[in-house]
T-cell receptor, first 115, second 113 residues
Framework: AQSVTQPDIHITVSEGASLELRCNYSYGATPYLFWYVQSPGQGLQLLLKYFSGDTLVQGIKGFEAEFKRSQSSFNLRKPSVHWSDAAEYFCAVGAANQAGTALIFGKGTTLSVSS | DSGVTQTPKHLITATGQRVTLRCSPRSGDLSVYWYQQSLDQGLQFLIQYYNGEERAKGNILERFSAQQFPDLHSELNLSSLELGDSALYFC????????????FGPGTRLTVL
């Protein structure tokens, strides 16, 4: 069965420090991979996505993620965190090339930014 | 702003009641998805419609139903509501029905008292 694991429930990072949020997936075929961000009381905003090709993908707000098939991982990174990055981050996997596409989400990682 | 709209923003109702949540997809998108976000279950896929037809089904209760209309807006109907149905319900839309990016609306927060 498809699944997504985000091992870290809560991470605190100092403003200006680098960030890496972990995501591991389980999926038999070629996955579509996504990172979404949710600020308090808000909907989900797409940060970046991986469909195929270059395994290092760039997203909005200075985020990037690297797809590693051998490790079944799609970790999210940012070189320098800003206070406005405090939010909940969700990794998701979608079925590729099937008639219907449901996103399977991880449980999320809450990011706190300290000054 | 993703371009996906959902109404109402908040809904408070009592157990046993029935409610309807509405979603308008982004202009040009043919597919609509419904997700439920709760503290214990996280984000779970409920159902997908593509151009008016049901395309995929997830963990949607029999008390819940959805449809997509000719103008492509969608409604999620929740009936015989229970306390455990309290959650944030998201609608998302995508251009096609398979394997492309889903854009999420702001959600409807349902509280069942």
């Amino acid at each position: 069965a498809q699944s997504v694991t985000q091992p870290d429930i809560h991470i605190t990072v100092s403003e200006g420090a680098s960030l890496e949020l972990r995501c591991n997936y389980s999926y038999g075929a070629t996955p579509y991979l996504f990172w979404y961000v949710q600020s308090p009381g808000q909907g989900l905003q797409l940060l970046l996505k991986y469909f195929s090709g270059d395994t290092l993908v760039q997203g909005i707000k200075g985020f990037e993620a690297e797809f590693k098939r051998s490790q079944s991982s799609f970790n999210l990174r940012k070189p320098s965190v800003h206070w406005s990055d405090a939010a909940e981050y969700f990794c998701a996997v979608g079925a590729a090339n099937q008639a219907g596409t449901a996103l399977i989400f991880g449980k999320g990682t809450t990011l706190s930014v300290s000054s | 702003d993703s371009g996906v709209t959902q109404t109402p923003k908040h809904l408070i109702t009592a157990t046993g009641q029935r409610v309807t949540l509405r979603c308008s997809p982004r202009s040009g998108d043919l597919s609509v998805y419904w997700y439920q976000q709760s503290l214990d279950q996280g984000l779970q896929f409920l159902i997908q419609y593509y151009n008016g037809e049901e395309r995929a089904k997830g963990n949607i209760l029999e008390r819940f139903s959805a449809q997509q209309f000719p103008d492509l807006h969608s409604e999620l109907n929740l009936s015989s509501l229970e306390l455990g149905d309290s959650a944030l319900y998201f609608c998302a839309s995508s251009l096609s029905g398979s394997g492309d990016t889903q854009y999420f609306g702001p959600g409807t927060r349902l509280t069942v008292l």
